[in-house]
């Protein structure tokens, strides 16, 4: 069986330009997380979608970030116009009803 | 506010000795538990968990034990091997495990062959 997915794998943009991260979650999960962890900080929660819906989005860190799940299975976020201090390694999870969250490998953001 | 604390940075064992990672907790309202481990450039991976209906949870070499008086969960690792050298997330989630994961800073793990 397929685990999480994410690309890319690493982006390097500049201050002010677009990025879209893409995860694709294990097949017939109905849950799905995206994390941050910014500087080898801790891993901090963004928002939760279940199916298509978004269930939590209380870690968004602000409007400049927009999370989608059209049709409930792959998840995009966008982050525009990117700044600075939103360099990190960004984590998707998927899981079913309950239980462990099954982590990507994730994407290494890079503003510079 | 940490909600969720891992005070030790690091640790370092012999092979074949025990690893203990300790992790202590201060919302209420976390009722799941889990420990990840991490290597470089990798995600996550899921390690073992435990529910606050439980005071202990063994799989193989890893055993969970959760103390709700103290809000105190450790992980204990025996026999540890090389390859168990990672970074150790502890992780509380309410609801069961439904909702966000809220994590610890992590403890780095050597284990010296």
């Known amino acids: 069986e397929a685990g999480v997915t994410q690309f890319p794998s690493h982006s390097v943009i500049e201050k002010g330009q677009t990025v879209t991260l893409r995860c694709d979650p294990i097949?017939?999960?109905?849950?799905l997380y995206w994390y941050r962890r910014v500087m080898g900080k801790e891993i901090k929660f963004l928002l939760h979608?279940?199916?298509?819906?978004?269930?939590?989005e209380s870690g968004m860190p602000n409007n400049r970030f927009l999370a989608e799940r059209t049709g409930g299975t792959y998840s995009t976020l966008k982050v525009q116009p990117a700044e600075l201090e939103d360099s990190g390694v960004y984590f998707c999870?998927?899981?079913?009803?309950?239980?462990?969250?099954?982590f990507g490998p994730g994407t290494r953001l890079t503003v510079l | 506010d940490q909600q969720v604390k891992q005070n030790s940075p690091s640790l370092s064992v012999q092979e074949g000795r025990i690893s203990i990672l300790n992790c202590d907790y201060t919302?209420?309202?976390?009722?799941?538990f889990l420990w990840y481990k991490k290597y470089p450039a990798e995600g996550p991976t899921f390690l073992i968990s435990?529910?606050?209906?439980?005071d202990k949870n063994e799989d193989g070499r890893f055993t969970v034990f959760l103390n709700k008086s103290a809000k105190h969960l450790s992980l204990h690792i025996v026999p540890s091997q090389p390859g168990d050298s990672a970074v150790y997330f502890c992780?509380?989630?309410?609801?069961?495990?439904?909702?966000?994961?809220?994590f610890g800073k992590g403890t780095k793990l050597t284990v010296n062959p």
């Open positions: 999870a998927s899981s079913p009803w309950t239980g462990e969250q099954f």
């Open positions: 097949s017939g999960h109905d849950n």
């Open positions: 979608f279940v199916k298509e819906s978004k269930q939590d």
């Open positions: 919302n209420s309202m976390f009722d799941y």
């Open positions: 435990i529910s606050s209906i439980k």
């Open positions: 992780a509380a989630s309410a609801q069961g495990g439904s909702e966000k994961l809220v």
